[in-house]
T-cell receptor
């Protein structure tokens, strides 16, 4: 079955440290790939997306993600985390194999300690 | 600031009540969506409206009834809900009708529903 996996339910990093959130998907071709962020009590905000082309994509708030076809991964990174980055992060995949609708991963909750 | 506005932000209702959730966007988007998000879970698509017509119903129970009066407004009418329907209901919009596939969605802050 097609799936989107975010293996880390919670991640805690120190303010100023680097961050990498993992996302793996099972799908044969190149799907549409996304990262969303959800602050407590808020809706989702699109951080970045990958459709094709350069495998390293830049997003808002200083985030970037790299598509690695060989690993079926689309990991989110940020070189220096700020306390305001504490939120839940969802990886999402869109493809015909998923019935042409976005499928979200289970989410990763990021905690930032000062 | 969000450009998709949802009201109310919180709603508590009994199982025999009838209530409605409202969503409004003024970005000229032609597709609007309802998602349901249970605690500690990702959002799940419920309905898609494209050019004010219902194009997708993800097998949602009939106690949820969507309505799109015009291109800027989306309602979700609630009737005879169950406690397990308690969740955050998110409205989203996209410029194109394929936003639910391409992911270029703008979400509101959600309406948190509690069914007693």
């Amino acid at each position: 079955a097609q799936s989107v996996t975010q293996p880390d339910i919670h991640i805690t990093v120190s303010e100023g440290a680097s961050l990498e959130l993992r996302c793996n998907y099972s799908y044969g071709a190149t799907p549409y790939l996304f990262w969303y962020v959800q602050s407590p009590g808020q809706g989702l905000q699109l951080l970045l997306k990958y459709f094709s082309g350069d495998t390293l994509v830049q997003g808002i708030k200083g985030f970037e993600a790299e598509f690695k076809r060989s690993q079926s991964s689309f990991n989110l990174r940020k070189p220096s985390v700020h306390w305001s980055d504490a939120a839940e992060y969802f990886c999402a995949v869109g493809a015909s194999e998923y019935g042409n609708k976005l499928v979200f991963g289970a989410g990763t909750i990021l905690r930032v300690k000062s | 600031d969000t450009e998709v506005t949802q009201t109310p932000k919180h709603l508590v209702m009994g199982m025999t009540n009838k209530k409605s959730l409202k969503c409004e966007q003024h970005m000229g988007h032609r597709a609007m969506y309802w998602y349901k998000q249970k605690a500690k879970k990702p959002p799940e698509l419920m309905f898609v409206y494209s050019y004010e017509k219902l194009s997708i119903n993800e097998s949602v129970p009939s106690r949820f009834s969507p309505e799109c009066p015009n291109s800027s407004l989306l309602n979700l009418h609630l009737h005879a809900l169950q406690p397990e329907d308690s969740a955050l209901y998110l409205c989203a919009s996209s410029q194109t009708p394929t936003g639910y596939m391409t992911g270029e969605l703008f979400f509101g802050e959600g309406s948190r529903l509690t069914v007693l």
